[in-house]
């Protein structure tokens, strides 16, 4: 009964590694992943500072302003 449980967990957990490979999920690190995550809290961060909502050459001569004075 024991080895009948633990084959039916093998096999889940086999085909969930598989789904997952499938979906992408074995290519990137989760360095990858919360370099990323921080990547995209910074650009947030940076369209909602700007009266613009992120047009680059605007929010860069906005943050060149608000950075000289």
């Known amino acids: 009964m024991l ?3 633990l084959t039916i967990y093998k096999v889940r957990l086999d085909n969930l590694k598989a789904q997952l490979a499938a979906a ?3 290519r ?3 360095y ?3 370099w990323q995550s921080l990547h ?3 650009a947030a961060a940076c ?3 700007t009266p613009t909502g992120g ?3 605007l929010a860069k001569r906005g943050v060149d302003e ?3 004075s």
């Open 32 to 34: 990858d992943l919360v």
């Open 40 to 42: 995209m809290a910074a």
């Open 28 to 30: 990137y690190s989760a």
């Open 55 to 57: 047009t680059w050459l």
């Open 47 to 49: 369209r909602g500072s």
């Open 66 to 68: 608000r950075c000289q």
């Open 3 to 5: 080895w009948t449980r």
């Open 24 to 26: 992408g999920y074995d």
